[in-house]
């Protein structure tokens, strides 16, 4: 029962702190709002576990390459945009899409879901399908049709963080 407990205050907290970093504000509306909507979520939840894992996932580490990957992702968009931006502005567009096969190290399926979710974020690639560890990409200039040249160029970057963070 006391696990339980445990389990639900660390969701919630964890739920309403990511509510107020998402808001930008410690407007007392908004902070109330948040701990509404982090409780209602959190009673939600079928099994009341937790999605990202227990308190464990708050080791030092983790905590790290989280704060880490922000980054790491800002720059990916950013380089993607510009390359994509420097493909529209070509008189002529070199454009070589298709879809890819790529293979995944991580365990999680959280991790995974991230993984995916982070390289739809990057402009010129769309997460079309997850099967297991096997993720099909479109990407919008295929540089390789090897799995693992692909893995390498597309998800091995973010692979480095989340494999810390999720497993």
């Known amino acids: 029962m006391m696990n339980r407990l445990f389990t639900f205050v660390f969701i919630t907290v964890v739920l309403w702190l990511l509510w107020l970093i998402l808001a930008g504000s410690l407007d007392p509306q908004e902070m109330m709002t948040g701990v509404v909507v982090a409780v209602l979520v959190t009673l939600l939840r079928k ?16 905590v790290l390459y989280a704060i880490l990957y922000i980054p790491f992702m800002m ?27 790529v293979k995944t190290r991580l365990k999680s399926p959280v991790g995974r879901m991230i993984l995916a979710n982070s390289i739809t974020l990057t402009p010129g690639t769309l997460s079309v399908d997850i099967t297991g560890d096997t993720m099909y990409i479109h ?10 040249a692909a893995s390498r160029k597309i998800a091995a970057g973010f692979e480095k963080y989340l494999e810390v963070i999720f497993g």
């Open 75 to 101: 720059k990916a968009i950013i380089l993607s945009n510009l390359d994509i931006a420097g493909r529209i502005l070509r008189p002529r567009l070199d454009l070589n899409p298709g879809i890819v096969k």
């Open 47 to 62: 099994d009341g576990s937790c999605l990202l894992g227990g308190p464990e996932i708050l080791h030092p580490k983790r």
């Open 139 to 148: 990407w919008v200039d295929v540089e390789s049709r090897d799995a693992e």
